[in-house]
């Protein structure tokens, strides 16, 4: 599946396209599990990425609720194998459990077969997070060419979902031309 989309440059003050993206899913794509305690945002999150192509299966607002998900696979086999297609997306600063909490316990139970993404508009070094954890951060805001990029390292590390393709290639053609 291909989509073109806009890059947008990051400064709030300069909402000006970079550059014309021709942007190439894994095939197939991962599927996506958010957590956070902001409602809006979950469901932002959710359509982003289903425009974008993906499948969300879960949406959470706590992580004692994506633990308990978690928990729950082990009895269906199938279920637990579409988990290991995807890629969790939490939210760090979350009531009653955080998400380094949350990924914490599912290492323990999963033994580090599913992939956890930390998504977090702080500073990662003031969280003090354990090496390993999280197989990657997401710095809010963050585009789908951030999210690929990701996958992208991920899967150069030979960590992340099980899926193959390809994912992003930049077309630069149109770059000068949008000039403001």
Known sequence: MTRIISSFNSNADDHK??????LELPNPPPNIIIVDDTVDLVRVYARFFEMAGFKVIATFFDGSELVEYVRSLGSDPAKM???RRSVIITDYRMPRMNGGE???VIRELQDSNLTIVLNTAEDTSSLQ???GL??????KPFSITDFLGLLQRLSR???GPQFQGRYLQEER???NSIQG
């Not at 999280?134 to 710095?139: C, E, I, K, P």
């Open 17 to 22: 396209p970079r550059s014309n993206m021709k």
């Open 157 to 159: 590390e030979g960590k």
């Open 129 to 131: 997070i354990p090496d």
């Open 81 to 83: 194998e579409e988990a």
């Open 173 to 175: 053609s149109v770059e």
């Open 102 to 104: 949350a990924a914490k």
């Open 134 to 139: 999280f197989d990657g951060v997401l710095h």
